[in-house]
């Protein structure tokens, strides 16, 4: 099993920024690709983000493209979602996923997931 912990949500006027992070334990982290899903009331969990297992690879949904990046460390097991120029559509619980590979999870495919992080993007 893997267990996985958002932190880095909260509350951010439009424009701002936040970095969001996942930690996880119980089985190797580097052995899977990672990603980021969103999911805001009243619609499906969506993809974010994701990264390969080497962290060369990255994608990104259109709707994010230049304002967000992902990225990880393996040696502390740990991935990120660093948001920039935050707009009051991106609104939602985050959720970090990992799967065995980064196409799987752009598709949605994915073994473990976390409880999520709040995100509000307000005035």
């Known amino acids: 099993q893997v267990q996985l912990v958002e932190s880095g949500g909260g509350l951010v006027q439009p424009g701002g920024s936040l970095r969001l992070s996942c930690a996880a334990s119980g089985r190797t982290f580097s052995n899977y690709a990672m990603g980021w899903f969103r999911q805001a009331p009243g619609k499906e969990r969506e993809f974010v983000a994701g990264?390969?297992?080497?962290?060369?690879?990255?994608y990104y949904a259109d709707s994010v493209k230049g304002r967000f990046t992902i990225s990880r460390d393996n040696a502390k097991n740990t991935v990120y979602l660093q948001m920039n120029s935050l707009k009051p559509e991106d609104t939602a619980v985050y959720y970090c996923?990992?799967?065995?590979?980064?196409?799987?999870?752009?598709?949605?495919?994915?073994?473990?997931w976390g409880q999520g992080t709040q995100v509000t993007v307000s005035s």
């Open positions: 990264i390969s297992r080497s962290g060369i690879m990255t």
């Open positions: 996923a990992a799967g065995q590979v980064l196409a799987g999870i752009r598709s949605g495919k994915y073994d473990y």
